[in-house]
């Protein structure tokens, strides 16, 4: 990750890193004084989605700790009460936790508290609280500032006076409730545990398949390797909560046009983070990217209860998108065998270039939404055209050429001059041969120079 | 040119006045056209005139043939050319054009076949019919056009083009409309494909490799060659061109502009309705008689007129002048006719003839034949009120403002080009981030460098080319600040009028310089704060008098009044309150009008680069011999010391030095401006410097004054401008001076305009003695008031608290006063908004107490949102503790952006005076080259032009203003302070000239921490 970086939301700076911070990019600074503080900060938009994937992935995780979990937004609450014993106490249930949590790259903040309401808001005011009674939550509790009720109640007690929860549990109720709202009361009181605050437990899913969005592309395996860990965190986690275990998961890695899948097989149904890390490191190590890696995703193809017999999820018919499960294992396997990229569609991409006015696709590929009619083309375009002697003023092969129709001037793609095909300046006809075969022609209009660029027939 | 080749002319073309799709400037298609033997090139901007100006000047000067046209697809899809073939066809096609554009809202245009009904008269119709058109709409349109409509046949080399033609001629015969040859041109030469292609991109919204098959297949929509086009296009096709052009004899020559009639009454002449006015006008100025200078000066302005035949000008300006009087609007006129001898008999302006020294010779010449110019300046409050009147008393056909072309700038085309190219929006908004101050197209490839682009990677390079070329194309028309074009007949028939984007308001599509070119008369409507603070507090002191007090009340050449302002004392006063201003106040010392009329102009960049204020202020203080080189000269330099101060004063220059005739040196000026960006003002600059030289003047005045017109070129200050605005210095000057409270008010209601912000205006006039009470509901009206007895106290109004609408403050003020909160909240009608703004700016302390208290009383207030909301129970208030000092003043800040209460800095004072950081007081007593530490909150940063890269920060304290001075190198050092810091320390040298202090920074420190959550505001850089 490039540094100093931001991650931005509506303009203005949300969050910054350390170098970041130190050239005065904090919280709240748009986005042109970003530029102006320190002109080479990568400033990243901020991806709710990626967040809540993120939350996601973590939620499956958890289950390594504790069969309850369940999402908060922004937050993620573990019903620990019941597992203090399996792990030792509450420092160490602690410390695993955070262990956890950094491995995977992460950062949090954990705090401990008798109501589920009262321990996201000690976490999120940085407080480290572990309190595990009523009274010492109260203490707790008391000295936070009124920001962490809604907004508008929030402002409201400001302008009273009231910056502490404790100053405005003094005030009258009765008054106050009329002044902020019901709702910021029974908020309160569900926080101190004067109310009962049920939660929805976290589902975790029946089949295991997460993404992960890398920061920025990556170009090389071993690299790949710690972002995949968060991947495989999360697998071992969710294979914990379902008490289950995993023979065969693939790593997919998604690059701007195609991806790699990364089989990762075990010779036993297996639910142990060390394993899987072992088996990814191998097979990274000897990957060779062919392109840079935008995204990760891993999904357990086979999956297993611990103590029982293999089964395979494709067998109990979950069906593919394609409703041809069998054809996309054939494509799977003709993929495996023949190389990346080797097998792919093709779908019409529009642009005036003959050679560009095509485009290869991954074979699960969405068809981009169909381009505009064009004119005649021929349906076998040579890869690279061919070069025809000019005989008598007239394009030659196996005979002089006689011109149909034509010119159809083309001059277009000086975009990408140096990158991909560039610009082309032609003029093109179509061409019958001596052998009565319809042919594609053209004559570089800035060169000269005539050139068979496909077949009609 | 080859005569053997057909003749061909363009029928159908568009500028880049057709907004993102030409690609070329209407210049350069002429110049093009010309350079291809082109027998004639019509200008086609799509249901626009907005280019045709500019393309009638460009034909004019190399000799094209220009047809005024417009391409046009109507709502059904029809796509048609339409050109004028002489005055009335244009009328037709303006009031066609008008119909469309006033049909849809800006920028758009919507016309159907029934608009076009029962046909155009006077113009021809070309139809871009695709191959598979309808026979019954070419029946349509042979209709509606009898004779006059073609089916045009546009070569592309498309693959389809023979089908096409065939199919084309099949229409025509059936139809027995003729084929002709078009071009539908949208660039000048192939080489603007690329540009083309990134316009129909940025159209679309998109990128050009997502742009698809919206682009065009190739760049063949260019000016070809004329054997290009024998080659294309069959020859018949191409003689018929010839012959439509033949047919179209239209030149913008031939409109005439004339002024409205209805400001002359019945049955008189302009000239004697004008002299009739004239002469009462000077009876009301002069009642002891006119002087005879006076006299002489307008009869000579009288015969100047008349032989202009510019009565109906100055009736026309007059007529709207005198509106605003019987409105009580104040306005003053400014401009080069502004300041004649009749302008003030017409009280047009208030600057006396009698008593100034004032030249017109750039009033109006004989020579240049262009219209007066006349700007007025109205209340800016009120302004709307004279457009109104305006519109009214010409109709909306008559009357409308004058375009402002709004075109691509350095920043503007780096960003479009940036986005057509699919570079990411981060990546763009990085690079001109960074261009906001350094605004020089040289070091673009640094700065792109700087934001980690390589600016010789392919994209970067294209980026940067493309930039190039789109800088200073057109990108949407837009409203003029206020010049108003005013016609006798009809405008939509001149020039299309459309709508502009604030509602009720309509534009012209031709710009300034359009206009000017066609000898159209604008009247310039303009707003300006100072007059509204003027009049604002000329009705308070009239309040107090209990009579009336107008400007002409106030004693003129008060020493006390120029007292003040020799010591930069001008916190609010017009125009010298800038922080440049006062630095040279005590230099200059003004002690006259006419001081304040130099003061006025020389602080500009014109004077200051071309090295003039020094040399003045020299020889002002008796340092330096005032010395002239001619008679000529010294007569032209008299009043000035010797030093060209103003715009006139460096024409005249040219004129008497140099032998220029007045309309040379007049052009000299205006081509100096867009010569200079360009480059090669060769032979003007050895016309002027060898006029110089071979009448005896030294070859270093001759440079010298070069220079001089050079940086006047672009900034100079005409005197005539001056005067005016130095009427208004003085004005506001006294007011200040005699009459604090009113004028505090005057400006607290203005706001916001002007230099400092309203915490400044109060705190300054404070110091003045003035006292100053808080909002209250109980008190306050809406806008800020004196109360008490001799109406000598400010009352600050609810205008001042964030959160409070306008309507609901008013409602307060009717219904004042209050039993109690309840009792407020029901009768002004106040929802929960209103209220907990109140109660937060402390405007409910009468009714309920302190902040905390008021703020719990309103929470459980009934307001009108909610009538299903039971009776609040009566329930007792809780003893909230009282807030302390500095909560209030974060209050006070949050609510009002200003505090009655002590200064912020005075609770920080003790800390600030562990770090040894004195007051501005303390400072302005310190000697020159003393070492000094100062903090104060950032009120202000500048970077002027002028001043190579240095930065100039003013601090507040709770004893007034710092100026500090950042050099370039310690920009670069400590930016994030200088750009970031809210309350700043500076440690450096104190730099003395007189009165003049300023606080030269070695080291600058943030101290913002200390402020908590207090927030204050800069302005910043404008």
């Not at chain 1, 999402?71 to 602690?94: D, T, V, W």
């Not at chain 2, 500019?54 to 005024?68: F, P, S």
């Not at chain 2, 200064?903 to 004072?909: E, N």
């Not at chain 2, 302005?924 to 930065?951: F, K, N």
Request: proline share 5%; aromatic share 6%.
């Amino acid at each position: 990750m490039p540094s100093p970086s931001a991650v931005v939301e509506h303009g203005r700076v949300l969050l910054g890193d350390e170098a970041a911070r130190r050239a005065g990019i904090e919280a709240g600074v748009g986005v042109a004084a970003a530029w102006a503080l320190a002109p080479g900060v990568t400033l990243l938009a901020r991806r709710r989605d990626q967040e809540e994937a993120a939350l996601h992935s973590l939620a499956c995780w958890a289950g390594s700790l504790t069969p309850r979990v369940s999402l908060a937004p922004q937050a993620l609450l573990l019903e620990i009460g019941s597992c203090l014993r399996l792990f030792g106490g509450l420092e160490k249930l602690c410390e695993v936790a955070a262990e956890g949590i950094a491995a995977q790259g992460f950062c949090a903040r954990l705090a401990v508290a008798p109501t589920p309401l009262g321990a996201g808001w000690l976490a999120r005011q940085h407080t480290d609280a572990r309190c595990v009674d009523v009274a010492r939550l109260r203490a707790e509790l008391d000295a936070l500032p009124v920001s962490v009720l809604p907004a508008r109640a929030a402002m409201a007690l400001g302008r009273f006076g009231a910056r502490t929860l404790g100053e405005v549990r003094s005030l009258p109720s009765a008054g106050l409730g009329q002044r902020i709202g019901v709702e910021s009361l029974l908020l309160l009181a569900r926080a101190y545990g004067e109310q009962p605050d049920p939660r929805a437990d976290f589902v975790f899913p029946a089949q295991f398949s997460l993404p992960l969005q890398l920061p920025a592309a990556v170009e090389n395996a071993a690299a790949l390797l710690f972002a995949a860990r968060r991947l495989t965190a999360a697998l071992s986690g969710w294979l914990a909560a379902r008490q289950a275990g995993v023979r065969e998961a693939v790593l997919c890695l998604l690059h701007r046009c195609d991806e790699t899948r990364v089989p990762l097989l075990f010779a036993e149904p297996t639910a142990d983070s060390v394993r899987f890390e072992r088996v990814l490191r191998e097979r990274l190590d000897r990957l060779a990217l062919a392109a840079p890696v935008e995204a990760l995703s891993l999904e357990a193809t086979q999956v297993s209860a611990l103590a029982g017999r293999n089964r395979s999820l494709l067998d109990d018919g979950g069906g593919s998108p394609f409703g041809q499960e069998d054809i996309g294992v054939l494509f799977e396997r003709l993929g495996a065998r023949l190389g990346d990229g080797r097998v792919y569609r093709v779908a019409a991409h529009a642009d005036h270039r003959p050679e560009c006015a095509t485009r290869r696709i991954g074979l699960f590929e969405k068809v981009p939404p169909g381009a505009s009619p064009v004119p005649p083309r021929p349906l076998w375009l040579l890869d690279s055209p061919e070069a025809l002697p000019e005989v008598d003023g007239r394009p030659y092969r196996r005979g002089p050429l006689q011109l149909l129709t034509g010119p159809e001037r083309i001059e277009s793609g000086w975009w990408d001059a140096g990158e991909h095909a560039g610009d082309v300046r032609r003029d093109y006809f179509v061409a019958l041969s001596q052998d009565a075969a319809w042919l594609w022609i053209y004559r570089e209009c800035a060169a000269g120079g005539w050139f068979l660029h496909g077949y009609f027939s | 040119m080859n005569p053997e080749l057909p003749g061909y002319a363009e029928l159908h073309c568009v500028s880049n006045f057709s907004f993102l799709r030409g690609a070329s400037h209407a210049e350069e298609l002429v110049a093009r056209a010309q350079e291809l033997g082109y027998t004639a090139l019509a200008i086609t901007d799509e249901c626009s005139f907005a280019g045709l100006v500019r393309a009638h000047g460009a034909a004019k000067a190399v000799g094209m043939k220009l047809i005024c046209g417009t391409e046009i697809t109507l709502a059904d899809g029809m796509k048609l050319v339409l050109l004028a073939q002489n005055r009335a066809g244009y009328g037709n096609l303006s009031a066609i054009v008008s119909l469309g554009r006033r049909h849809a809202e800006k920028g758009c245009y919507h016309l159907t076949r029934g608009d076009l009904l029962p046909g155009i008269p006077d113009c021809l119709a070309l139809w871009v019919a695709p191959a598979d058109a309808s026979p019954e709409d070419a029946r349509w349109l042979a209709g509606a056009f009898p004779a006059r409509a073609w089916i045009a046949f546009e070569r592309h080399l498309a693959p389809d083009d023979a089908e096409r033609l065939a199919a084309l001629r099949a229409l025509s015969d059936a139809s027995g409309l003729p084929l002709v040859a078009a071009g539908d041109v949208h660039m000048h030469v192939r080489g603007r494909r690329a540009l083309q292609d990134v316009l129909t991109a940025l159209r679309l919204k998109t990128s050009v490799d997502a742009v698809g098959h919206a682009l065009f297949p190739n760049g063949e929509r260019c000016l070809r060659s004329r054997l290009r086009l024998a080659r294309l296009y069959p020859p018949e096709l191409l003689a018929e061109t010839l012959r439509i052009a033949e047919m179209c004899s239209f030149s913008l020559d031939e409109l005439r502009y004339e002024y409205p009639e209805e400001v002359v009454p019945l049955g008189q002449t302009p000239a004697q309705y004008l002299r009739a006015e004239v002469e009462a006008g000077l009876g009301r100025r002069y009642a002891a008689g006119v002087p005879a200078k006076v006299r002489a000066q307008v009869e000579h302005e009288l015969a100047l007129i008349a032989g202009m035949q510019y009565e109906a000008y100055f009736l026309t300006v007059y007529d709207i002048v005198k509106f605003a009087r019987e409105q009580e609007i104040l306005c003053q006129g400014r401009g080069s006719a502004a300041n004649s001898a009749v302008c003030y008999a017409l009280g047009i302006t208030e600057v006396d003839p009698a008593q100034s020294e004032l030249l017109f010779e750039r009033f109006i010449s004989k020579e240049r034949n262009e219209p007066p110019d006349i700007d007025v300046d109205f209340e800016h409050q009120r302004r709307e009120e004279v457009i109104q009147y305006i519109y009214g008393k010409y109709g909306r056909e008559r009357a409308a403002l004058t375009a402002t072309v709004i075109g691509y700038r350095t920043r503007s085309s780096l960003r479009d080009i940036g986005r057509a190219l699919g570079i990411d929006i981060d990546r763009i908004d990085a690079l001109t981030a960074s261009l906001a101050w350094w605004d020089k197209r040289e070091q673009l490839p640094e700065r792109f460098s700087a934001v980690g682009l390589d600016p010789r990677s392919p994209r970067v390079e294209k980026w940067l080319i493309l930039a190039e070329q789109l800088r200073g194309f057109p990108r949407h028309l837009s409203q003029h600040v206020g010049g108003f074009v005013i016609s006798r007949g009809r405008l939509d028939r001149l020039v299309p009028i459309e709508n502009a984007a604030m509602d009720g308001r309509s534009i012209i599509q031709w710009d300034k310089d359009d206009i000017d070119a066609l000898g159209l008369m604008k009247v310039d409507v303009l707003a300006l704060g100072m007059l509204t603070a003027i009049r604002r507090a000329l009705d308070g002191i009239s309040q107090r008098l209990g009579r009336r007090f107008g400007m002409q009340d106030i004693p003129r050449e008060d020493p006390a009044v120029y007292a003040m302002i020799g010591h930069a004392d001008t916190v609010g006063v017009f125009q010298i309150e800038s922080r440049a201003q006062m630095a040279m106040l005590p230099r200059l010392k003004p002690r006259c009008f006419y001081d304040l009329v130099i003061e006025v102009a020389i602080v500009r960049p014109g004077p200051i680069q071309g090295d003039m204020v020094h040399p003045y202020l020299r020889r002002r203080q008796g340092l330096e011999p005032v010395s002239y080189p001619s008679a000529a000269v010294q007569s032209v330099l008299q009043r000035t010391l010797g030093v060209p101060i103003f715009q006139e004063q460096v024409m005249q220059l040219a004129v008497v030095a140099a032998g220029f005739t007045p309309g040379e040196a007049d052009h000299l000026r205006r081509s100096m401006a867009a010569w200079k960006r360009k480059g090669g003002v060769g032979h003007l600059r050895e016309k002027l410097i060898g006029g110089m030289t071979g009448r005896g003047y030294a070859r270093e005045f001759a440079e010298a004054i070069y220079r001089q017109i050079e940086g006047f070129g672009e900034y100079g200050f005409p005197e005539s401008h001056a005067a005016s605005f130095a009427l208004l210095v003085y004005i506001s000057a006294w007011l200040k001076r005699h009459e604090p409270a009113a004028f505090l008010v005057g400006l607290l209601n203005a706001q916001p305009m002007g230099f400092y912000s309203a915490s400044q205006l109060v705190q300054d006039a404070r110091r003045h003695g003035v006292e100053v009470r808080s909002p209250d509901v109980q008190h306050s009206a809406w806008e800020t008031a004196l109360e008490g007895e001799a109406f000598s106290v400010v009352r600050l109004g609810l205008h001042l608290i964030d959160g409070l609408g306008a309507e609901a403050g008013a409602r307060i003020a009717a219904a004042r006063p209050f039993r109690d909160v309840a009792d407020l909240a029901r009768r002004a009608g106040l929802n929960r908004g209103d209220l907990d703004a109140l109660a937060a700016a402390g405007a409910l302390a009468a009714l309920a107490g302190h902040r905390r208290q008021a703020a719990w009383a309103v929470a459980a207030a009934p307001v009108q949102l909610d009538l299903l909301q039971e009776a609040p129970a009566l329930d007792t208030a809780p003893e909230l503790p009282e807030p302390g000092e500095g909560e209030n003043l974060v209050a006070d800040y949050a609510t009002l952006r200003l505090t009655l209460g002590r200064h912020p800095l005075t609770l920080l004072r003790n800390r600030l005076a562990e770090r040894r950081y004195v007051t501005a007081e303390a400072l302005r007593r310190m000697g020159h080259c003393a070492m000094a530490r100062c903090a104060g909150l950032v009120t202000c940063r500048q970077r002027p032009g002028t001043a190579s890269g240095v930065i100039f920060l003013t601090l507040e304290d709770e004893t007034g203003l710092t100026n500090v001075i950042v050099h370039p190198h310690l920009v670069d050092k400590q930016r994030r302070e200088v750009l970031g810091a809210r309350l700043l320390g500076v440690l450096g040298v104190l730099q003395r000239e007189g009165e003049v202090v300023h606080l030269v920074a070695k080291r600058l420190v943030d101290h913002t921490p200390l402020l908590g959550r207090l927030s204050t505001s800069s302005r910043d850089f404008h």
